[in-house]
């Protein structure tokens, strides 16, 4: 997304130097529609897909049981888990799909965390556009192998990968899930505040 919003950018911002020598107000307003009309579609996508993401994880947490801000929900980037302690449930939500696993089919989970490497170019715009791709792909897989990773019982999903970048957004998960499923929700005599 962020490759397309810097040649929208650039399209937008080298056509928005014509506008001035556009003769009229109409042809000034079709021209500056055709220089930032690419931008505007894609900010209504990214808007739009947000509210579809957002609207899939609150349909997760009322089939879990899970009231969102409790602390036992998280989304990022089009993923998302809950915690159910009532239930013994958990939700996991990727690309679109959720399911709910009881605690008995959570086999294991893990946090990873890798860093993208970092590609110098060298002289020449051909050389510097390579290496800016190669950034940009590096980037991306890294990003897709930070998370948390859960493996489950399940023959059609066995391992879903919940996008967490923060490092203690991930240990704060890690233990919940030790203390839930390993513990029972008990630490020293202790329940959990105002979960569900």
């Keep these: 997304m962020g490759f397309f919003a810097t040649i929208f950018a650039l399209w937008g911002l080298f056509f928005s130097i014509f506008i001035p020598a556009a003769p009229g ?13 690419p931008m505007g579609l894609l900010v209504w996508f990214a808007l739009y897909r947000a509210g ?25 980037e089009g993923t998302g888990i809950a915690l159910s302690r009532a239930k013994r449930q ?9 399911k709910i696993y009881p605690y008995d089919d959570i086999r294991k989970w893990a ?3 890798q860093t993208a490497g970092r590609v110098v170019g060298g002289l020449g ?11 940009a792909r590096m980037a991306r897989e890294a990003s897709a192998n930070t998370g948390l990773f859960l493996t489950v ?14 490092p203690m957004v991930r240990a704060r998960w890690m233990e919940l899930l030790q203390q839930e499923i390993n513990e029972g929700g008990v630490v020293n005599g202790e329940q959990y505040g105002n979960a569900q």
Excluded: S
Aim: net charge negative; proline share 3%.
């Design 52 to 76: 579809q993401r957002e609207k899939l994880h609150r349909e997760m947490l009322g089939a879990v049981g899970v009231p969102q801000g409790t602390g036992f929900d998280h989304a990022e």
């Design 125 to 135: 715009v051909a050389n510097n556009v390579a290496a800016t791709g190669a950034n």
């Design 90 to 98: 958990i939700g996991v939500l990727v690309d679109g799909v959720w």
């Design 25 to 37: 107000g109409l042809a000034a307003l079709g021209l500056c529609a055709f220089a930032w009309g």
């Design 153 to 166: 019982k399940d023959l059609q999903a066995p391992q879903w990968r919940v996008a967490m970048k923060e």
């Design 111 to 113: 946090i990873q965390e």
